[in-house]
């Protein structure tokens, strides 16, 4: 029995954080062609576990294009699928929501069904790109945690559906000498030159993600990750262009595989599942113990929730809701959390869900831990100074 809860509790000097709800080209596992016709293409009428009812069933598309964050689905769920709506799924993975967002905005119109976080939810909705569904058409809807509902990025969820959450933190090597003396539980570790000197050499990733990365540097300097004050960015860029060099990688796609659990580094501004994919992979029965653990930094961290929503243009959206309906079955919901590592905002799925994970506090904080968590918010007109900095971020 994998007992050993990894996650450490280093909050205790976390400043009181503001809380509240979340307020705030298709391709890799392609098995069918583009461009089929829209739901009106009826190719199946099974019906079972159906969106639309139970009589005649949903009147499917033959083909579906789903756009993802990397390695956040169990892909045997697609194959099922597959197989049994006879639906065929184009699945493609993006990096961040800026790049969601970007491909969208640049014409990509093939995708039905994408997966953004709370504030980009909120941008979407406002520019236009989201459809509105009705989630009384989604029996499984009734699987999500209240909690999770109606946030304020979405009232009512009149456009998406919660899929996962987690933190956003520091993942360390165990084992390592420097850290068997000094826990990471501080952003320091990751922007402080001085420390960083002691640890550089052994390889050190950031997230290759805007909102997260200065967001990290603003809770380092004291401030909100959601600032749009000019001042205090220009001070989060400097702190990040000083640090920059002793980083090796700006990875936030397959940095638990490729990095991590590769110990191609020895510390990572990492996301939660990914860093209890790494704890777990590397999980050895005899010691009872992995080689990466994960620290909320106590200047305070993000949490976020990422949501499952159909794109304005989708010309399948029954389609794209019926695949929807059965993400939020309670055992599917399971595999994903199995698989991915990330906390489910579906309550029917815990029944499911490992042991091990449901225990494991780094996975699923304690409330105490939750509270002093922040969401990032839409920033309005602020994001283009955000990209201004991170052009800048980048480009040196
Ligand atoms: C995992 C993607 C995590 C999504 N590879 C963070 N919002």
Redesign the pocket.
């Given at each position: 029995m994998k007992k050993k809860v990894w996650f450490l509790l280093v909050i205790s000097l976390l400043l009181a954080a503001c809380s509240g709800g979340p307020g705030g080209g298709p391709g890799e596992t392609s098995t069918g062609e583009n461009g089929d016709g829209g739901d009106t293409a009826v190719n199946n009428s099974e019906g079972s576990g159906g969106a639309e009812g139970a009589a005649t069933g949903p009147q499917l598309a033959s083909q579906l294009t789903v756009y993802n964050?990397?390695?956040?689905i169990d892909e045997t769920l697609l194959t099922e699928y597959e197989e049994e709506y006879g639906v065929q799924i184009t699945y493609d993975t993006y990096a961040s929501?800026e790049d969601l967002l970007a491909k969208l905005q640049a014409g990509a119109t093939g995708y039905d069904v994408i997966?953004p976080?709370d504030y980009m939810v909120s941008q979407m909705i406002e520019l236009g790109l989201l459809a509105e569904i009705d989630t009384n058409n989604l029996p499984n809807f009734a699987n999500v945690s209240e909690d999770f509902k109606n946030a304020p990025f979405d009232p009512n969820n009149r456009h998406c559906v919660p899929y996962?959450w987690?933190t956003?933190g520091i993942a360390y090597r165990a084992g390592h000498e420097f850290f068997a003396e000094n826990t990471p539980d501080s952003w320091a570790y990751l922007f402080d030159p001085e420390l960083l000197a002691h640890y550089a050499d052994g390889g050190i990733n950031v997230l290759n993600?805007q909102r997260e990365l200065i967001g990290a540097a603003l809770f380092y300097l004291g401030y909100s990750p959601n600032s749009t004050d000019r001042a205090q960015l220009e001070e989060a860029r400097d702190v990040i262009l000083a640090a920059k060099p002793y980083w090796k990688t700006f990875n936030?796609?397959?940095y638990?595989d490729a990095l991590l659990i590769a110990d191609e580094v020895v510390l990572s501004h990492s996301?939660s599942?990914?860093a209890a994919n790494a704890y777990w992979s590397t999980y050895d029965d005899a010691t009872e113990d992995g080689n990466w653990y994960y620290a909320i930094p106590q200047e305070g961290a993000v949490k976020?929730l990422?949501n499952i929503c159909i794109t304005a243009f989708s010309e399948r959206k029954e389609t794209a809701l019926h695949f929807m309906n059965y993400l939020l079955d309670a055992e599917n919901g399971a595999a994903i959390t199995n698989f991915?590592y990330?906390a489910s905002p579906n309550e029917a799925a815990k029944a499911y869900i490992e042991p091990d994970i449901l225990a494991d506090a780094g996975i699923f904080p304690p409330a105490n831990v939750q509270d002093k968590l922040q969401w990032l918010f839409e920033l309005g007109d602020g994001v283009f100074m955000w990209d201004e900095m991170w052009t800048a971020i980048k480009g040196r």
């Open positions: 964050w990397p390695d956040y929501n997966f976080s996962q987690g956003t993600d936030s796609e397959d638990d996301w599942g990914d976020w990422d991915t990330y």
